[in-house]
T-cell receptor, first 114, second 109 residues
Framework: GAVVSQHPSRVICKSGTSVKIECRSL??????MFWYRQFPKQSLMLMAT?????????EQGVEKDKFLINHASLTLSTLTVTSAHPEDSSFYIC??????????FGPGTRLLVL | GQQLNQSPQSMFIQEGEDVSMNCTSS?????WLWYKQDPGEGPVLLIA?????ELTSNGRLTAQFGITRKDSFLNISASIPSDVGIYFC?????????FGQGTRLTINP
């Protein structure tokens, strides 16, 4: 299957700082990238859908000013958690797909805000 | 947000046993997908189903797309220790995926 990477895999930051997470499709061009959040022992919850060159579409209840998403190229999307607080601590997972095809997931980024 | 009803939530089995899990939805989906997630990792695609009634196998895994397009099941035959993990079903409508709550599989050697 297709390969999707995320960086960093783990990050610890102080409350009030911003954290950027990168998602890359390594062997295909991803017209669409998705960002999910997963709390312990729970399922994946979609945060936003990002089409290359367009503004991201956020799910209800997700603050677009807090979770900034950029999808500037067909192989890279970034999620920036601005002014992070402890309640933002979670496992963030991206996925990528091309032209309505199957979504392939990255390995996830574990964020811990102190 | 919307979720699929996935059952069972957890399973404790002996190595070598067969496993069956299923997902149901009140909505119709065009595609059903089954993923496996290991601790601290992202989900890995196991099987994708694109047509109602489709039965697809991937090694010891078999999955079916229900005729009504509102359900799917996944079977694992002759389970082995590396099958341990959380299995998620997902339905895809226009673009987004909707996930089930997951089935946590534990295997006793």
């Amino acid at each position: 299957g297709a390969v999707v990477s995320q960086h960093p895999s783990r990050v610890i930051c102080k409350s009030g700082t911003s954290v950027k997470i990168e998602c890359r499709s390594l062997d295909f061009q991803a017209t669409t990238m998705f960002w999910y959040r997963q709390f312990p022992k729970q399922s994946l919850m979609l945060m936003a859908t990002s089409n290359e060159g367009s503004k991201a579409t956020y799910e209800q209840g997700v603050e677009k000013d807090k979770f900034l998403i950029n999808h500037a190229s067909l192989t890279l999307s970034t999620l920036t958690v601005t002014s992070a607080h402890p309640e933002d601590s979670s496992f963030y997972i991206c996925s990528a797909s091309s032209a309505q095809e199957t979504q392939y997931f990255g390995p996830g980024t574990r964020l811990l805000v102190l | 947000g919307q979720q699929l009803n996935q059952s069972p939530q957890s399973m404790f089995i002996q190595e070598g046993e067969d496993v069956s899990m299923n997902c149901t939805s009140s909505s119709i989906f065009n595609t059903w997908l089954w993923y496996k997630q290991d601790p601290g990792e992202g989900p890995v695609l196991l099987i994708a189903l694109y047509k109602a009634g489709e039965l697809t196998s991937n090694g010891r895994l078999t999955a079916q797309f229900g005729i009504t397009r509102k359900d799917s099941f996944l079977n694992i035959s002759a389970s082995i220790p590396s099958d341990v993990g959380i299995y998620f079903c997902a339905g895809r409508g226009a673009q987004k995926l909707v996930f089930g709550q997951g089935t946590r599989l534990t295997i006793n050697p």
